[in-house]
């Protein structure tokens, strides 16, 4: 079992940044595959990145490059999205996801897509004003 803990959100003006933090309680944090995710009021759950589980691989939504940036650090079992240039848009409960992956064939692996991710965090509200 995985537990994922976000933090870092909250209220931002537009063009500033936050930088979201995704603790997982899990024994080998470099087994899985993390992704950040995001769901707005009356919207559907949407991909925003993903890194692998090496961290060597990542990949963003068209609509956050250049933006946002995921990283990990699995010596502190932690995955990050920093968030820059905010934008109204942006303001959704984000999601941190994790996925195992477990072989060599997909330590460079990314996933975007929700059904393929096995845990969830609770979520962090990241609210934009403008």
């Known amino acids: 079992q995985v537990q994922l803990v976000e933090s870092g959100g909250g209220l931002v003006q537009a063009g500033g940044s936050l930088r979201l933090s995704c603790a997982a309680s899990?024994?080998?944090?470099?087994?899985?595959?993390m992704g950040w995710f995001r769901q707005a009021p009356g919207k559907e759950r949407e991909f925003v990145a993903a890194i692998s589980r090496n961290g060597g691989s990542t990949y963003s939504a068209d609509s956050v490059k250049g933006r946002f940036t995921i990283s990990r650090d699995n010596a502190k079992n932690t995955v990050y999205l920093q968030m820059n240039s905010l934008k109204p848009e942006d303001t959704a409960v984000y999601y941190c996801?994790?996925?195992?992956?477990?072989?060599?064939?997909?330590?460079?692996?990314?996933?975007?897509?929700?059904?393929?991710?096995?845990?969830w965090g609770q979520g962090t509200q990241v609210t934009v004003s403008s």
């Open positions: 996801t994790a996925k195992g992956a477990y072989g060599i064939y997909v330590r460079s692996t990314v996933y975007s897509t929700s059904t393929e991710y096995e845990y």
């Open positions: 899990v024994r080998t944090f470099s087994n899985y595959a």
